[in-house]
């Protein structure tokens, strides 16, 4: 019986990934560390953005990268299966009934810091530092892709840590006016996401 518990731990709950979470958009992004934007100024035309470091959105090897990071991330998620698994069989009733327990809430905590992160999206366009440019309007902000996987762990001191992967994603708007800026907004970067969270007095905290 102790066998068959496990195995249904360690395939059913270690690496949560819920129905809602399997349509995230597969956006290929900017990566490394943060570009410094400016815009160009000397044509006549809307100011173009200009990324002077970091990577641009694209490129050639842009599928082979995709395909690498993947295969990759897969490895990752197979050897945290097995780490899992060698925890759970070492703990005892109350740790295990604790574990199983924060499994089970992680599903519909993800599904709230999502809902968080789609708030926090529309405060920050609501929130805008307009900036006139030859007689354009142009402002940048953070946007957030959905949450594609949430991972349960234990820590080092023995309590459960879960952990949330999303996208922030990166946002230019430019039009002669604030209305024809927001009506076009143009996706310049995306960042990988990874936040850790604890589980105490039965609940996750963030």
């Known amino acids: 019986m102790k066998l068959i518990v496990i195995a249904s731990l360690i395939a059913g709950v270690v690496w949560v990934a819920p129905g809602w979470a399997q349509d995230t958009a597969t956006t290929t992004a900017a990566s490394g560390t943060p570009s410094k934007i400016t815009t160009d100024t000397s044509a006549a035309s809307a100011p173009s953005l200009i990324i002077e470091s970091g990577s641009i959105i694209g490129g050639g090897s842009a599928a082979a990268s995709a395909a690498a990071a993947a295969n990759s991330e897969w ?19 109350d740790q295990r009934q604790k574990w199983e327990r924060a499994v089970a809430a992680l599903p519909g905590f993800c599904h709230e810091w999502e809902k968080l992160l789609h708030d926090r999206e529309i405060d920050n366009v609501a929130h805008l530092d307009w900036r006139d440019r030859d007689g354009y309007e142009i402002a940048t902000y953070t946007g957030y892709g959905k949450v594609r996987g949430c991972e349960a762990k234990e ?52």
Do not use: C, M
């Open 75 to 93: 490895q990752g998620i197979k050897a945290d299966i097995q780490a899992t698994a060698d925890v759970i069989a070492r703990l005892s009733t």
């Open 155 to 206: 820590s080092t001191q023995g309590i459960p840590i879960g952990k949330v992967i999303y996208d922030e994603k990166n946002y230019y708007l430019v039009g002669k006016s604030i209305d024809e800026a927001k009506s076009h907004p143009k996706l310049i970067g995306t960042t990988n996401t990874l936040e850790i969270f604890s589980w105490e007095k039965d609940r996750w905290f963030y």
